[in-house]
């Protein structure tokens, strides 16, 4: 640094003060004469500026909810993996967490978690839209239903299966499928299609509920040729027995078919719909530590994701959120890798874990879908961006 002698400054006139850029005098006058010309622009500025910025939150029109049953965070990475890091999943630019744990078990079921997301409240293990006292609980489709929007479900599992069943019945036993059937009737829901034929035809109380929905006027679908001339109305799509078969046992293209079936169908209402579709044998893979059963259904569930995210991007108007309800078998890859699509794997239970489950959100609305929540958050979200009440 230069350091100017004491006499430099000592024998400066007033006028070389002035003019001298190095004069001190100099710098104190600039800056008295500045500064208040800074200060009257800054609040000029600010002057023009509304009193009172609300920042706007995009609003869906539709919501898709995927639900990967068992589906971890680390299925997740296995199935990444599997795909050579080309996840349609990964495609979600909003990312968070979800806590689990149900009313009375730090581990979730299926159905405490299907009716934590459908009604926004915790529920115990075994239960199907009721509260731990076992009063009805109001859900998302339900819900959506009373404000004029087309409803759907798809599953890969009998359409009375826990998750499936959490937006659309209301009992304390999960097992109780010919119950659950007769809970179909007692919406409005326009598609839903999957497995689970048998509850409805063939009951021990020689109820055909069939009938009953031919009645409600419900094209009733067998097979997957049957709904694909559909173009318009209410299809129920039992479309087997018991649960549908594996996807490396011929099932197929089931889910991808049926969900995109049902967006046509659902996205006639002006108004809007709510659809839940979930690849459900993620999970029966997960409880059988067979990790090809898994990733095969994991994959089939991403290839779906990808097509509704290619809807919901052309649409404009579609939040596509994509969680699980918990992990099957405490899953961890110990070696892998992504060039040929392999893993290494160790389970540490055939039965569901306590930890948290990732959330990918896109479309409308979808920032709100990031950081650390509950899965009864994921109710609370969707209701605030459908406007609902």
Request: a neutral charge.
């Amino acid at each position: 640094m230069i350091k100017f002698p004491d006499s430099v400054w000592k024998n400066q006139t007033k006028a070389s003060k002035i003019f001298d850029p190095f004069s001190m005098y100099y710098v104190k006058m600039r800056i008295n004469f500045i500064l208040p010309l800074f200060i009257g622009v800054i609040e000029a500025a600010l002057a023009q500026q509304p009193a009172d910025i609300t920042v706007s939150i995009r609003k869906p029109r539709n919501i898709i909810l995927m639900i990967g049953d068992g589906m971890g965070t680390t299925q997740v990475y296995a199935t990444l993996t599997a795909k050579k890091d080309k996840l349609n999943i990964a495609r979600c630019k909003y990312t968070g967490l979800v806590k689990t744990y149900s009313a009375d078990d730090y581990v979730t079921d299926s159905a405490a978690g299907a009716t934590a997301y459908a009604t926004g409240e915790k529920t115990n293990n075994g239960y199907l839209g009721v509260d731990v006292n076992g009063v009805k609980l109001n859900t998302i489709l339900e819900i959506a239903e009373n404000h004029g929007l087309s409803t759907g479900l798809v599953a890969t599992c009998s359409v009375t299966h826990a998750t499936p069943a959490g937006f659309i019945a209301h009992t304390r036993n999960r097992d109780d499928n010919e119950k659950i059937a007769l809970d179909f009737l007692k919406t409005g829901v326009d598609v839903f299609i999957g497995g689970g034929r048998k509850y409805f035809e063939i009951r021990s109380d020689h109820i055909n509920l069939i009938d009953s929905l031919k009645k409600k006027n419900y094209f009733i679908a067998g097979t997957l040729s049957d709904i694909e001339h559909v173009t318009s109305g209410k299809i129920a799509g039992l479309l087997y027995s018991g649960h549908p078969p594996r996807y490396s046992e011929g099932r197929g293209e089931m889910l991808s078919i049926a969900a995109l079936k049902a967006i046509e169908i659902l996205n006639k209402n002006e108004k809007g719909f709510f659809l839940m579709v979930e690849g459900s044998q993620i999970d029966w893979g997960g409880h059988l530590k067979n990790t090809n059963f898994s990733l095969s259904e994991a994959i089939d569930f991403d290839n779906v994701a990808g097509k509704i995210l290619d809807f919901a991007g052309a649409d404009g108007e579609t939040l596509v959120i994509i969680t699980a309800d918990h992990e099957t078998g405490g899953l961890t890859l110990v070696d892998g890798n992504m060039q040929k699509g392999t893993v290494k794997e160790k389970y540490t239970t055939f039965n569901h874990t306590g930890v948290w489950v990732s959330v990918f959100a896109s479309g409308p609305g979808a920032e709100e879908f990031t950081g650390i929540m509950q899965n009864t958050d994921i109710f609370r979200k969707m209701i605030m961006l459908y406007g609902f009440n």
